[in-house]
Every structure is written in structure tokens, then in C-alpha cells.
């Protein structure tokens, strides 16, 4: 029992034994070897392996077998072509073909019979024409002229019939196929005769093409667009980079000297200049600085931070004179040099920064506790006192329910106190001051805490918290704070003013109603806590 190879042939798989196989390996090996590995060759290889599995298809159909046999492979190779025929000279080669096509006149089996395909390489529209003239043995050039024609005689009527042969008529997509279109065998003499004529006709169609005048004028019109192009795009970089150039030399210039009289000045060059308001940073930084840092590290800090912001802003400028003016220098060295200057300044805040940390890690908390003296009250008024600040708003700064704010020339440090009511456990009004800070340690924090300074007035039932606390002239801002509680015996009532609803924080009630709708209204302590007292 004779072995079975699985083998794909060109796409199409197939079962061949042993022998067929060795002599088609051979054959093709042959094949292979004559052609060679270049393009040309192997587009001939590929259209042979197509009408050889085109072949076998054929022979399985007509025998009803699935394995190729070796007498398939004799017949494969016979109407091919054996590769002593195609591999000696030109005219042992022209007198194998005509001893070929003489055998095939006369054995029915090898007739070629034409079949109507649409050629592809000659072809208007879908390349019908084209196929039938090439069937017919007609110029395609007549087919059309007719077709034409035809349009005005039959009204139109051989359009829908091109359409349907369009649809209908298989397209010549191989080498075999075009040449069975012509009523040639394919053969490896006829497929390798094809593919080279058409590489001919295209290689004869574009050397026309490249001698042709409208080529050489194309070319150069070509090319002086391309020359125009260039230039245009050229002026237009230039025009883009001193565009560029010039704002960045503005940004520069603007933000250096701003950020230069905020150092040293104390407010910034913006405020002076106000029609130049968002072209540069804004910086206020003496006066303010000392509340945040300690003294001994605050020049440190500042010159670490100069060189920081104002060697990029020095860049910026440079880089910027550079575009406009395109003078020559050493950037590596300037960039190196700039670059280790800014790397120690990085490393100088950092280090700074860290050791100003260290005076926030403990915290310390002192409570003051004052009896209200007003035994016959049964309601206290709670009011917001006179805000001393409000005209000095225009230069502040935000900071934790902190403000920083300038007044008479100097900087002032603010915070909002935190209102809340619970109730007494004693038969007394009693308000409550707990003021808290952070230190290095716990005596520290004690000692930033007597810097803060809050009062409130009492006048008969009426209670005027101060909107704000400050701290004294020199302090540092170390998360102070002031909570203000206000204790009310049961069965007595506090009356919440309008203005409370700057300083109130999360009063508790019985109705669950948000702070901004308590204000305005009387509340009265009961065993549950708040409720609203409508009388």
C-alpha cells in the first residue's frame, strides 16, 4: 500500500501518493530553478501551480477520485509542458510547440476550446469587450463602436444586456484564464511567453510615457511648485518663529520683573501696570512669608526660590532673543549651567520646606469657659460684631478659613472662628472658647496658641462674636483655630442673627435643619436638644 501526502497547491489542498508526489516535486523543482527567485519569475511560478491545481481539480472531478495519481501527474505534465521543452534554446523550443500542437490536433482529449471571460487588461468599463474580442478574434475597438451604436438604435436596451454579461461572465483573473480566453493552451511555454509580453507592454508603455513631452513638463512643473512651496512654507516658519520668538521674549521680560519687584518690593509689577494684567505671575511674598515661615529660614528660602522661578524665566527670555535674533552660542554649556543651578535651588526649598514640617507635628488645645451673667434671661441673642476688615478685602489671600490682608502698609493674619450650640448642663448661659494650634512640641503649640486673639462683647442678653481671630504682629500660621460653643440650659432659648451664618459650623437640632436655615429664628433647648420656638 503506496504512502499519501497532503500537499497545497497554490491555495488547493490535496491528497497525492508517493510516486505522483516525488515526480511533481521534481517538476517543480525544475520549474523553480529555470525561473529563478526574481518578480517576474515568481509570478510565472504562481500562475503554472494555479493551472496545475486547476488540472487536478478537473481530473478528480472526471474520475471521482480524491487522491492524484502518478499517471495524473504524466498527463499534468504533458499538456504543460515537459521541462526539457522549455528549458533548451528558442528554437528546439518553437519546434517542441509545433510538435505539441500537432499532437493536440490530433488527439480530442488536448483540443483547447476558447472561453468567454472579461479581460481585465483591456477593458473600458467591465472589460466585456474585451473578452469577447479576444474570443471572437475581434479588436475590442469594433465591439465598442458597435455597443455604442447599438445604445441609440435599440433605445438604450443593450445597456441592461452589458450590465447582465458584466455580472454573468467570470473575470480573466490568471495567466490561463486570459490565455484559455484566446484558445491557447496553458502551458508553461505559453504562461511564461504571457507574463513576459505583458511585462514588456508595461515596461514599453512607461519609457513612452518618460520620453513623452507632457511628462517633461509635468516633471517640471512639478518640481517648481515644489520650489514655490518650499519657499512659501520657508518664509512662513521665519514669520512663525519670530512671531513665537517675540512672545516669548514679552512673557519673559513681563514675568521676571514682576516676579523681581514681588521679592523685593512686596506687591507685584502687575498692580502697577494693570493693562498688562494675565501676561505675567502675580507674587506677594514679604510680609506674608513670615507668617508661614520661620525667620531663620525664611532668606534661605526666598533666594532658593528666586533662583528656581527666575531661571526659567530667564530661559524663556533667552530662548526667546535667540528666535528673533538667531545669534550663535553655546547652548550646551548655558543649559548645563542653568540646570545645576536650578537642581540646587530645588534641593534647598525641599530641604527648607521638610524642616519647616517637623513644627506642625503636635498639637495642643486650651479652653476658656465664661458664664454669661444674665440670671433672669430666658433667651440670649447671639449677633455677629462689626467686620473692621471689610475695606481691606481688596488684597487678601485664602488660606484655611484664614485670610491674609494688608492694612496701614502691613500684613495681617485672620481666621474665621466656628459657632456652635449645645446644650448646659448647668443652669447658666455659658460660652465656651477653645483656641488650638501646632508645634514642634507641645509646649511650642501652647505658646502659638496665646498668640491668637479673639474677644466677643456681652451686653445685657446680647453676645457680639468678633467675625474674626487674629494673631499677634510676628506669628506664624500653624493651623490655629477658635471653636466657640455656646451652652444653653434646658427650657431656655438663644436667638441666631442673620450675620451668624458666617461663623456657625453644624449646629445639631432636632429637625435636622442646615445652618443656613436656622439664622433668623429662636431656638429653644429641650431634653432632645435644639427645636424651633416660634413664639
Not at 522549455?86 to 509545433?98: A, H, L, S, V
Not at 533662583?307 to 554649556?333: A, S
Not at 496658641?449 to 506669628?475: A, H
Amino acid at each position: 500500500m503506496k504512502k499519501t501526502f497532503t500537499i497545497n497547491i497554490s491555495g488547493s489542498v490535496f491528497h497525492i501518493d508517493e510516486d505522483a508526489y516525488q515526480k511533481l516535486q521534481t517538476y517543480l523543482q525544475m520549474l523553480n530553478a529555470h525561473f529563478g527567485s526574481d518578480e517576474e519569475g515568481r509570478e510565472i511560478l504562481q500562475d503554472i501551480e494555479t493551472r496545475i491545481a486547476e488540472l487536478f481539480s478537473e481530473k478528480m472531478s472526471k474520475e471521482d477520485k480524491n487522491v492524484i495519481l502518478e499517471s495524473w501527474v504524466d498527463d499534468v505534465i504533458s499538456r504543460m509542458g515537459k521541462p526539457e521543452d522549455f528549458m533548451e534554446g528558442e528554437e528546439e523550443e518553437e519546434e517542441t510547440e509545433k510538435a505539441t500542437e500537432g499532437a493536440a490536433g490530433s488527439t480530442a482529449t488536448n483540443k483547447i476550446k476558447r472561453r468567454m471571460y472579461r479581460d481585465p487588461d483591456h477593458r473600458v468599463l467591465g472589460g466585456v469587450c474585451g473578452g469577447m474580442g479576444a474570443y471572437f478574434g475581434v479588436d475590442p475597438v469594433v465591439l465598442r463602436i458597435i455597443c455604442f451604436v447599438l445604445i441609440f438604435l435599440t433605445s438604450g436596451a443593450i445597456i441592461p444586456v452589458y450590465l447582465l454579461l458584466w455580472i454573468a461572465v467570470p473575470k480573466a483573473k490568471t495567466t490561463a484564464q486570459r490565455l484559455e480566453m484566446r484558445g491557447q493552451e496553458a502551458t508553461v511555454s505559453n504562461i511564461e511567453k504571457s507574463i513576459k509580453e505583458e511585462v514588456t507592454e508595461v515596461k514599453a508603455s512607461y519609457k513612452k510615457f518618460r520620453s513623452s513631452d507632457s511628462y517633461n513638463k509635468g516633471r517640471e512643473q512639478v518640481g517648481r511648485f515644489g520650489e514655490m512651496t518650499y519657499s512659501v512654507l520657508r518664509v512662513l516658519l521665519k514669520v512663525v518663529v519670530v512671531i513665537v520668538g517675540v512672545g516669548l521674549i514679552l512673557f519673559g521680560f513681563v514675568g521676571l520683573l514682576s516676579f523681581l519687584t514681588s521679592m523685593i518690593v512686596g506687591h507685584s509689577f502687575m498692580e502697577a501696570a494693570p493693562w498688562l494684567s494675565g501676561l505675567g505671575p502675580e507674587f506677594h511674598v514679604p510680609g506674608v512669608a513670615n507668617y508661614f515661615i520661620s525667620a531663620g529660614s525664611l532668606t534661605i528660602l526666598l533666594v532658593a526660590i528666586a533662583f528656581l522661578v527666575g531661571i526659567p524665566l530667564l530661559g524663556i527670555l533667552f530662548v526667546g532673543t535667540k528666535m528673533v535674533f538667531r545669534f550663535k552660542t553655546n547652548n550646551k554649556l548655558i543649559f548645563l549651567g542653568a540646570l545645576g543651578v536650578w537642581l540646587v535651588a530645588l534641593v534647598t526649598v525641599i530641604v527648607v520646606s521638610l524642616a519647616q514640617v517637623d513644627d506642625y507635628s503636635k498639637q495642643t488645645t486650651v479652653s476658656e469657659s465664661n458664664v454669661v451673667s444674665c440670671e433672669d434671661c430666658e433667651t440670649l441673642y447671639l449677633k455677629l460684631g462689626d467686620d473692621n476688615y471689610s475695606q481691606n478685602y481688596y488684597d487678601y489671600m485664602d488660606l484655611d478659613r484664614m485670610k491674609v490682608i494688608s492694612e496701614n502698609g502691613e500684613t495681617i493674619l485672620l481666621g474665621n472662628p466656628r459657632l456652635d450650640v449645645e446644650s448646659s448642663s448647668t443652669d447658666d448661659f455659658v460660652i465656651l472658647i477653645r483656641k488650638k494650634a501646632r508645634g514642634g512640641s507641645s509646649e511650642e503649640a501652647k505658646d502659638h496658641v496665646e498668640e491668637i486673639v479673639y474677644r466677643y462683647d456681652v451686653k445685657d442678653s446680647t453676645i457680639y462674636f468678633n467675625p474674626y481671630y487674629r494673631l499677634e504682629q510676628g506669628s506664624r500660621w500653624l493651623q490655629q483655630e477658635v471653636d466657640i460653643t455656646v451652652k444653653v440650659p434646658e427650657g431656655k432659648r438663644v436667638y441666631l442673627d442673620d450675620d451668624l451664618i458666617k461663623i456657625i459650623y453644624d449646629i445639631e437640632n432636632v429637625s435636622n435643619t442646615w445652618d443656613g436655615d436656622m439664622v433668623g429664628k429662636y431656638w429653644r433647648m429641650t431634653p432632645l436638644g435644639l427645636e424651633e420656638d416660634p413664639s
